[in-house]
């Protein structure tokens, strides 16, 4: 056993409204560990984060090293979580270091310098496409979905033809 994963998401906002009340919600979970090794250093980032949880839900601001540590201690067994990271090579970060995923939702990756736009919400870069093509690689699935009851896009099929139309 390890920590009752119910969702593993990757949006830049981290903990915002839509998270906390409808993902929450749906996957019936009772904490939220942002695992973000900047977040966890900046008081007033963890203040502001924990501000904007459900008061019915835990939340904690940890760095990635302490989730590796959580992930193996059998006294949160049967703690129901959801994990959010910031990018991909965090998520891939935690895997290849033994953290158990099936599934990834994509659900926000902010436009910037360098960085390519594949849907409204989801700009990429050569680094994120490498992450998210290792984690592909080992199964998991990578699902793009702002709230659960959006239909679930395949991320590597929409870089797939991304890449086709801009060679």
Do not use: C
């Amino acid at each position: 056993m390890a920590l009752d994963i119910r969702l593993a998401r990757i949006d830049d906002r981290l903990i915002h409204g839509q998270v906390a009340t409808v993902w929450s919600r749906a996957v019936g979970i009772d904490r939220i560990l942002v695992a973000n090794d900047e977040a966890a250093n900046d008081e007033l980032r963890k203040l502001l984060l924990k501000q904007a949880t459900p008061p019915s839900i835990k939340s904690h601001v940890i760095t990635k090293q302490k989730l590796l540590e959580l992930y193996q201690n059998r006294l949160f067994d049967e703690m129901k979580v959801m994990l959010l990271f910031v990018s991909p090579q965090d998520v891939l970060e935690v895997v290849q270091a033994g953290v158990g995923l099936k599934s990834v939702n994509i659900g926000g990756m902010r436009f910037t310098e360098g960085k390519k736009m594949i849907t409204n919400f989801i700009s990429v870069n050569e680094d994120d496409i490498q992450a998210f093509a290792k984690l592909a690689a080992r199964g998991i699935e990578l699902e793009i979905r702002q709230v659960p009851a959006d239909r679930k896009i395949d991320l590597m099929q929409l870089i797939k033809k991304e890449k086709r139309l801009h060679p």
